[in-house]
């Protein structure tokens, strides 16, 4: 269901939200919504991060889904065959732009949100720390930075092989 917005866009916020639909480039939606040519980028921005105009770009995707019977599984088994094309091709441009969409579908270039918060241990951590020897606090570094390696590892072998 969809969750009622909390004020009402402008009609000006409205152009961007149907001009970002239709192009996906946010500083052009906002020149094409009449904001000024030299503020485009930073309105554009702004409009991006208000929670009001982003139910409405989701709200608007949603219908445009509807309304074409599109799902997102349609459009990336469709992507998956035209890099399967490019693949056959020998065309490894195509294919690296397939897989670049698929991984914008699937939200891979999204920056990850993590919440953080600090108990009563973390200055029991803090203080733990700042007695720790450098050599200490790099050995942790390093059984750190081989868990990052390994598990990239993994993630890798979990990919089939082009």
């Not at 982003?54 to 349609?74: F, G, L, P, T, V």
Request: net charge neutral; hydrophobic share 45%; aromatic share 6%.
């Amino acid at each position: 269901m969809a969750k009622l917005q909390a004020f009402p866009l402008t009609p000006r916020q409205q152009r961007f939200v149907d001009e970002f639909i239709v192009g996906g480039n946010a500083t052009e939606a906002a020149r094409r919504a009449g904001y000024s040519e030299r503020t485009a980028r930073q309105i554009a921005a702004e409009n991006l991060s208000k929670p009001d105009i982003q139910a409405a770009i989701e709200s608007a995707r949603r219908r445009e889904a509807n309304y074409w019977q599109i799902q997102r599984r349609d459009v990336i088994e469709a992507l998956l065959g035209a890099i399967e094309m490019a693949k056959a091709q020998v065309n490894p441009g195509a294919m690296i732009r397939g897989l670049t969409e698929i991984a914008k579908m699937l939200g891979y270039y999204e920056p990850q949100k993590m919440k953080v918060e600090l108990t009563d241990n973390a200055a029991q951590l803090k203080a733990k720390f700042e007695v720790m020897s450098d050599e200490e606090l790099l050995t942790i570094i390093a059984r750190a930075e081989q868990g990052v390696e390994a598990a990239h590892n993994r993630v890798l072998l979990a990919c089939p092989a082009a």
